[in-house]
């Protein structure tokens, strides 16, 4: 059974930073393209960024790309986002899960930005 466990979202003051990390179980970890997700309120789920079994990383944008890092350890079947810079934009439930064919949802972790 393929199961994601996310952590690490809190309430924090726009400029701040925060590291989520996601558990998964269940599946091929180390083999697969893995990405975090996330939704605002009242807005559909959308990609943040994704990293492949190799390592090779992509953003959903620009900004993104110099605010997050996506990375992983394999040997923990952990993947993590570091944000930095935080706006009220990021406000959102963020979520891990496959890149590729996703498969059943975790809980999510919630980020919000705020003063």
């Known amino acids: 059974q393929v199961r994601f466990v996310e952590s690490g979202g809190a309430l924090v003051q726009p400029g701040g930073s925060l590291t989520l990390s996601c558990v998964a179980s269940?599946?091929?970890?180390?083999?697969?393209?893995m990405a975090w997700y996330r939704q605002a309120p009242g807005k559909e789920r959308e990609l943040v960024a994704s990293?492949?079994?190799?390592?090779?990383?992509?953003y959903r944008t620009s900004s993104l790309q110099g605010r997050f890092t996506i990375s992983r350890d394999d040997a923990k079947n952990t993947v993590f986002l570091q944000m930095n810079s935080l706006t009220s934009e990021d406000t959102a439930v963020y979520y891990c899960?496959?890149?590729?064919?996703?498969?059943?949802w975790g809980q999510g972790t919630q980020v919000t930005v705020s003063d």
């Open positions: 990293i492949t079994e190799s390592g090779g990383t992509t």
């Open positions: 899960n496959r890149r590729y064919a996703q498969t059943t």
């Open positions: 269940g599946l091929r970890f180390s083999a697969l393209t």
